[in-house]
């Protein structure tokens, strides 16, 4: 997947988290033996090519598959998980995977966890006492600034994702033309519970541009955002500063 | 602080130098789409903080973190040595009680005149954002950080071994 995993896990038995660490390191290893696109001999290049069915593969290739046409669905097509008309579900598994390392974290009795891969983050349970998990959202137009702090107070689970032109340029693709997106977009931050669905609803909400994106993200359940175009405004959904810390 | 930052005319100074370090961050960059990628040996964790790194295209991490020093006081830790295209990134950080005060490159690619022009520009910009963003009281960062691959591996390994 070409990205850095950060873990930071509190409380706990310290050997509990630690196999458990252990496991889910080795399981972003594999997701990534498994989906990457870099690799011609990867399960999914060789699923794109006809050369395995989805049977044959991993039994975690059927579950990306699935929650890739979930997507499909809920965003009317614009999160997709082909790209020039070949499989690529690239766009969802970075934070599904990271989604599925924390919630093995939790799984071995750890208080706090937060889970970043490559920008997009999980959080469960809190940091401390008295003290929730606190994420700063990167500024697209001011490098090494906060464009706001989500703080994810109340909620046992949160997640945030964000997608944008800023450090890898134009990569998030127009599944209706197959170019790059034409937006006025420079960054979608999408707040939910799973990281799974905020990732993939960042992406579609800034290929759509913020005048569809702010409607379709409102009419989720769960959901709010947070969106700098790039005139410089600032848009929210209107539960947004509930989530502001 | 305001939740929402709208701090317009700055934005747009920074603004045309941020195309700049994109293009700064290209050069470091450890992501060709053309090569394979190649797989990263992960340190059995020592801590119950870590990070790993999925792939890192055509770069591996080499070597491991040191630190000297307590867990209070002053605390020098060195990050793993991060092989980029253009050469090594190494990165040494300070800590003081336990935050982060400083953070030098001690290396970075040299070869050639472009190169230094590059560091001498990119490398203190990078270390304002690692800075900046702990200042925040935050725990982490969701979205770009125009932090380039290579620098934020060693940054993070150098974390890491701090025991974060």
């Given amino acids: ?245 | 602080m305001h939740a929402l930052k709208k701090n317009r005319p700055l934005r747009r100074i920074v603004l045309a130098s941020a195309a700049t370090v994109s293009g700064m961050v290209m050069l470091l960059s450890l992501k060709p789409h053309s090569t394979p990628a190649a797989a990263v040996a992960v340190p059995a964790p020592t801590s119950s903080s870590s990070s790993s790194g999925g792939s890192s295209g055509s770069g591996g991490s080499t070597g491991s973190g040191g630190s000297t020093g307590s867990t209070t006081g002053t605390k020098t830790v060195t990050g793993d040595t991060v092989q980029t295209r253009w050469g090594p990134v190494q990165v040494r950080i300070t800590l003081k009680n336990g935050k982060l005060t400083e953070v030098t490159a001690i290396a970075y690619p040299t070869d050639n005149p472009r190169d230094q022009e590059i560091n001498s520009y990119a490398l203190p910009r990078l270390r304002g954002e690692a800075l900046e963003t702990q200042s925040a009281d935050i725990d982490t960062v969701s979205g770009a950080t125009y932090t380039s691959d290579g620098y934020r591996q060693s940054l993070q390994s150098a974390l890491d071994s701090a025991g974060g």
């Avoid at chain 1, 006492?129 to 109340?154: E, K, N, T």
Wanted: negative net charge; aromatic residues 6%.
């Fill in chain 1, 1 to 245: 997947m070409g990205t850095v995993f950060s873990f930071d896990v509190r409380g706990g038995d310290p050997e509990a988290v630690r196999a458990a660490l252990r496991e889910a390191v080795d399981g972003l290893h594999r997701v990534n033996e498994v989906f990457t696109t870099y690799r011609d001999d990867s399960q999914v290049s060789r699923l794109a090519r006809g050369e395995l069915t989805v049977e044959e593969c991993d039994p975690l290739v059927a579950e990306v598959l699935a929650l890739g046409a979930e997507a499909e669905r809920t965003s009317d097509g614009w999160f997709s998980t082909r790209y020039e008309g070949r499989l690529d579900p690239t766009g969802i598994v970075k934070g599904w995977a990271a989604e599925r390392a924390a919630r093995r974290m939790a799984e071995s009795g750890a208080s706090g966890v937060s889970v970043n891969g490559g920008g997009d983050v999980q959080l469960l349970g809190v940091p401390g006492p008295q003290r929730p998990w606190r994420v700063g959202v990167s500024d697209p137009l001011r490098p090494g600034g906060l464009a706001a702090v989500i703080s994810a107070a109340g909620a046992s689970e949160l997640a945030v994702a964000t997608s944008g032109t800023a450090e890898r340029g134009a990569h998030i693709v127009d599944p209706r033309t197959g170019r790059s997106a034409v937006t006025d977009l420079v960054a979608v931050t999408v707040v939910a519970p799973q990281l799974t669905w905020a990732d993939c609803w960042a992406t579609a909400a800034f290929a759509m541009g913020s005048r569809e994106a702010l409607g379709w993200l409102e009419s989720l359940p769960e959901v709010e955002a947070l969106l700098i175009t790039a005139g410089d405004e600032v848009r929210c959904t209107g539960g947004l500063a509930a989530r502001l810390g």
